[in-house]
């Protein structure tokens, strides 16, 4: 996996309220932390309020969403929902990744959804980490372009 130098951004790394799991954003806050970024990371089974309260007093370049239970698209298009319709966040880079369902292969069905919805890139766990490192090469360009394409889903 080649690693992407991050110019000083700032993170925050969260699951979705379901979510119990921590490991993996462990995994993602030191993949993060290695490539030169700052990262604040929530936690497991963080309450929307939270994210979004974070997000408005950190003001980071993206919010990082990683789950691992299998609702990840549930609870992630309430939380994307939510996201968007916050005037002082609707322009925040906002990633979601891992098991987004419970059908194994079949996962990848939700990933258009979730694009849909508003995520600027969708990753299922299947897809490995090739994907997410080529949208960290993205965040310097304006918000929108290339995520979609690097995360593999067409809008």
Not at 124 to 149: C, I, K, R, V, Y
Request: hydrophobic share 45%; net charge negative.
């Amino acid at each position: 996996m080649s690693q992407v130098m991050l110019p000083a951004k700032r993170f925050v790394v969260s699951s979705v309220s379901s979510d119990a799991h921590m490991w993996n954003l462990v995994f993602l806050q030191l993949l993060l932390e290695e490539q030169g970024a700052q990262v604040t990371n929530l936690g497991a089974c963080v309450p929307d309020d939270l994210i979004v309260e974070e997000c408005r007093r950190s003001r980071p370049d993206a919010l990082v969403i990683s789950t691992v239970n299998g609702h990840g698209h549930l609870d992630g298009l309430r939380l994307i929902r939510r996201i968007r319709s916050d005037p002082d966040l609707a322009g925040l880079r906002v990633v979601i990744g891992g098991k987004l369902g419970v059908r194994g292969a079949e996962n990848v069905v939700f990933a258009e959804e979730l694009a849909l919805s508003g995520y600027d890139a969708v990753f299922e766990a299947d897809g490995g980490m090739e994907s997410f490192q080529e949208f960290l090469g993205t965040l310097d360009a304006p918000a929108g372009q290339s995520a979609l394409a690097a995360a593999g889903v067409a809008a």
